[in-house]
């Protein structure tokens, strides 16, 4: 466990409030509806160079590009696409005219994106971060956190969809 985070008293309440929140929300399977949409249809970031980012997304990780399109929002925008498989994509935007900061976390904002790939793929992905000296932290055995090329927060996890670590989420 780490040992960022609040202790004492402060760690105290917030596990008991937690532990309501399970109380009240969290039902066992057989109790709980299924959810009524058919999944995410894509996150969208915004990107401050649009050849680097697919050459990270489709060249190194190995999702492919789908689809680049003017963004019907902004005029000279690129709205572009990779599969992650599934049925899932990800999402981009160039904001050209549009200053823009550095990546930072924000209160509503992405912690990280979580993409789900077979071990296989991971360990090769792995080899791939390796080789163009990508730094990431390899966390529980089956995740890897690193940075995209404007310093999106990604994970890279071989589990199975539904199970984080051994434990069952669904």
Same mark, same amino acid.
């Given at each position: ?55 990270? +997304? $489709? ?9 680049? +399109?003017?963004?019907?929002?902004? *005029? ?8 992650? =498989? ?7 935007? $160039?904001? /050209?005219?549009? /200053?823009?900061?550095? +990546? ?13 790939? &077979?071990?296989?793929?991971?360990? &090769?992905?792995?080899?791939?971060? $390796? ?21 999106? *927060? ?10 984080? +670590?051994?434990?069952?989420? =669904?």
């Amino acid at each position: 466990m780490t040992e960022h985070g609040v202790q004492g008293q402060e760690l105290e309440r917030l596990t008991t409030r937690r532990r309501e929140l399970i109380a009240e929300y969290v039902k066992p399977r057989s109790e709980r509806p299924a959810g009524t949409s058919r999944g995410v249809h894509h996150v969208a970031l915004i990107s401050s160079d649009v050849e680097r980012t697919i050459q990270f +997304y $489709d060249g190194l990780l190995g999702f492919p590009v789908l689809e680049i +399109y003017e963004n019907r929002d902004y *005029r000279g925008s690129s709205h572009f696409f990779f599969d992650l =498989g599934n049925g899932n994509t990800l999402a981009y935007f $160039d904001l /050209p005219g549009v /200053p823009l900061g550095e +990546y930072q976390e924000v209160l509503g904002g992405i912690h990280h994106i979580a993409i789900a790939i &077979a071990p296989e793929q991971w360990e &090769a992905a792995r080899q791939r971060l $390796d080789a163009a000296g990508v730094e990431y932290m390899h966390e529980s055995g089956s995740s890897l956190y690193f940075r995209g090329p404007d310093g999106e *927060r990604l994970e890279l996890i071989s589990d199975p969809l539904m199970t984080m +670590y051994g434990l069952d989420i =669904g």
